[in-house]
């Protein structure tokens, strides 16, 4: 005959088999959520770093086709005043000029120069015009 105590046991020894299957899938469950969570913050770490290497590359490609930019438009700014500048003329002319007062009798040298802007026919103003409009 069984007594009162051995029921008892009987049944915690069920409940025990019962519930201890669902706690260890609970501590299983737990334990893969912790693992799989520090492997995403590693994948995210890595990715954060390559993404970070390319904006670096993209910055240093950007500053130096800002640089290149910036030297073309420099070197062809310089060249078309030089073709300005060799193109204009300057006209020197000097001479005496006396002045006289009563009794006083002055000489002075008088200089002069022009400076000629170059000749443009209206064909190269045109063509000069269309040019700029395109670029702008």
Not at 64 to 75: I, K, N, V, Y
Not at 106 to 125: D, F, G, I, N, T
Not at 129 to 134: E, F, M, S, V
Request: no cysteine.
């Amino acid at each position: 005959m069984q007594t009162n105590s051995d029921i008892i046991v009987a049944s915690m020894d069920a409940l025990l088999w019962i519930l201890l299957p669902g706690f260890v899938a609970v501590g299983s469950g737990l334990l893969a959520w912790f693992i799989m969570q520090s492997r995403m913050e590693v994948a995210i770490a890595r990715e954060r770093e390559a993404l970070a290497e390319a904006r670096g590359a993209l910055d240093a490609q950007r500053k130096s086709m800002q640089d290149a930019l910036h030297g073309a438009e420099e070197s062809a700014k310089r060249k078309a005043l030089e073709e300005f500048l060799s193109e204009m003329r300057v006209e020197e002319r000097h001479y005496v000029r006396e002045h006289k007062l009563l009794f006083m009798h002055r000489k002075s040298l008088v200089m002069q120069e022009r400076h000629l802007l170059p000749q443009y026919s209206a064909l190269q103003l045109d063509r000069a015009r269309n040019d700029a409009g395109r670029r702008g």
